[in-house]
Nanobody
Framework: QVQLVESGGGLVQAGGSLRLSCAAS????????MGWYRQTPGKQREWVAS?????????FYTDSVKGRFTISRDNAKNTVYLQMSSLKPEDTAVYYC?????????WGQGTQVTVSS
């Protein structure tokens, strides 16, 4: 079992930055692929970024955030981050952290990000 707790959301003006954190409890954090997703009311949850297990050598982003968002992980702290820059109003959403390993997946409760124009 892995419990995930997101933090770092808030209200920011367009063009600003935020860093989201996702702290994981439990053992063996480094074996999980970690991802960030987001969801707005009435829409399906959307994948934003992923980072591979271990050292996180592989990172992937949805096209709309490439060049603006950076995902990283600190296995010593059992934490994954999402650095968001040049934020746009369309980035407004609840952001969720996900840990996955084979058929297992765990989700956090989400953190709200609101970008004002």
């Amino acid at each position: 079992q892995v419990q995930l707790v997101e933090s770092g959301g808030g209200l920011v003006q367009a063009g600003g930055s935020l860093r989201l954190s996702c702290a994981a409890s439990g053992n063996s954090f480094n074996i999980y692929t970690m991802g960030w997703y987001r969801q707005t009311p009435g829409k399906q949850r959307e994948w934003v970024a992923s980072i591979s297990s271990g050292g996180g050598d592989s990172r992937f982003y949805t096209d709309s955030v490439k060049g603006r968002f950076t995902i990283s992980r600190d296995n010593a702290k059992n934490t994954v981050y999402l650095q968001m820059s040049s934020l746009k109003p369309e980035d407004t959403a609840v952001y969720y952290c996900r840990a996955s390993l084979s058929r297992y997946e765990f989700w956090g409760q989400g953190t709200q990000v609101t970008v004002s124009s």
